[in-house]
């Protein structure tokens, strides 16, 4: 087990354009989360899925972005048209389905930078 | 709402001395989890301590504690002889069902 791997791992890229990172979770972890996290602030929840259903968006994630995890395995999360406000650190997690319980675990995040 | 609140930004201690970190939280769901990991300069997210809102006795790992006091809402981490490498951002987080929110963190700096 490699644990929790995201791609790519860094990401330039122009304002106006789109973006997509992709998670390959730990292989028996059904449930799978997205955060962003900027420098010095505490990961910000996007969504989460258990099993190919996404069963929590934030209210805070605007149209631009849109997460999948449509075989219950990978997830990737697209952002179009990024603005600068974009820039961040993309967090990865699973975790298995236990009420509570279940530390998640992270990848080392896919990092954007929109000019 | 923010249901996750660490009130220091930063914390100073000095090496092999004990330290507390401080988190409250706010929920009206029974069943919920608290967490605490660390964030090292490199980035990684690591696990540190789990305390279920049902469990009877503060949860212990190794030189990390959880002092939970259910009716304050409060879950503290405290480090027993803190070390150079304890010096990283750590994190509170909640769980209620299925997702998980965190605080703001607090940055610890461990002096020789």
């Known amino acids: 087990d490699t644990g929790v791997s995201q791609d790519p791992r860094h990401k330039i890229t122009k304002r106006g354009q789109n973006v997509t990172f992709r998670c390959d979770p730990i292989?028996?972890?059904?449930?799978l989360y997205w955060y962003r996290q900027t420098l010095g602030q505490g990961p910000e929840f996007l969504t989460y899925f258990q099993n190919e259903a996404q069963l929590e968006k934030s209210r805070l994630l605007s149209d631009r972005f849109s997460a999948e995890r449509p075989k219950g395995s990978f997830s990737t999360l697209e952002i179009q048209r990024t603005e600068q406000g974009d820039s961040a650190m993309y967090l990865c997690?699973?975790?298995?389905?236990?009420?509570?319980?279940?530390?998640?675990?992270f990848g080392e995040g896919s990092r954007l930078t929109v000019l | 709402a923010q249901k996750i609140t660490q009130t220091q930004p930063g914390m100073f201690v000095q090496e092999k001395e004990a330290v507390t970190l401080d988190c409250t939280y706010d929920t009206s769901d029974p069943s919920y989890g608290l967490f605490w990991y660390k964030q090292p300069s490199s980035g990684e997210m690591i696990f540190l301590i789990y305390?279920?809102?049902?469990?009877?006795q503060n949860a212990t790992e190794g030189r990390y504690s959880l002092n939970f006091q259910k009716a304050r809402k409060s879950a503290n981490l405290v480090i027993s002889a803190s070390q150079l490498g304890d010096s990283a951002m750590y994190f509170c987080?909640?769980?209620?069902?299925?997702?998980?929110?965190f605080g703001a963190g607090t940055r610890l700096t461990v002096k020789p």
């Open positions: 987080a909640m769980r209620e069902g299925g997702d998980m929110r």
């Open positions: 305390q279920g809102s049902y469990d009877q």
């Open positions: 292989s028996e972890h059904n449930r």
């Open positions: 997690a699973s975790s298995r389905d236990r009420r509570g319980a279940g530390e998640l675990f």
